[in-house]
């Protein structure tokens, strides 16, 4: 099977851990290659991906599907439900409005789907990552703001604008629209 790129590998070989109820460990991890086996060193299963040649894609290469360990080892503990695989797994529920998808939603879904019972912590970790791969991160945000401001000036006549940062650092900002100031001279 191929894959997108190495994330999208190891995103949906987390999800997959998830349903089945099982932990890998890396054995190898590079940028042309990918090895996991079963948390247990006595079982068979394995997934080694490998990087295709010219492209960003990953096909898996080494692929031993049967599980060897017992049920006990296998859902002891839940390390592939890491934020990261959550929150690609949730983002859907903030891509229109997600305010009302809180913690304790993350919890009782990833309880009632997967079996997994997770912290309040985690799960809040889980919606901050969603949040940060539908709106982007904060640092994305302030980039965009100064050209935001210009064009707040160019479609708002008499708009006065100030974007001030020290050392490249977010200091503040300062707006007031050209109707509002034309409002207060009345």
Not at 13 to 35: D, H, I, P
Not at 39 to 59: A, H, T
Request: with cysteine; glycine share 6%.
């Amino acid at each position: 099977k191929t894959f997108e790129d190495k994330i999208d590998l190891k995103t949906k070989v987390a999800l997959f851990a998830m349903k089945n109820n099982f932990e890998y460990m890396v054995k190898k991890s590079g940028t042309n290659v990918w090895y996991i086996t079963c948390k247990d060193p006595d079982c068979c299963w394995r997934l080694r991906g490998k990087k295709q040649p010219m492209s960003p894609m990953f096909e898996s290469t080494v692929y031993k599907s049967v599980h060897t360990c017992s049920l006990e080892v296998r859902q002891k503990g839940h390390r592939q439900a890491a934020p990261w695989v959550v929150g690609h797994l949730i983002k859907n529920k903030y891509a229109v409005d997600g305010t009302s998808y809180m913690a304790n939603n993350i919890k009782e879904d990833m309880k009632k789907n997967f079996g997994i019972d997770m912290s309040y912590e985690k799960a809040w970790r889980c919606r901050e990552k969603a949040l940060t791969y539908v709106r982007g991160t904060y640092e994305d945000s302030y980039c965009k703001l100064p050209s935001y401001l210009h064009m707040l000036q160019q479609k708002n006549p008499g708009t006065i604008t100030d974007f001030v940062t020290e050392d490249g650092r977010f200091l503040y900002c300062f707006f007031a629209l050209g109707v509002c100031r034309r409002g207060f001279r009345l």
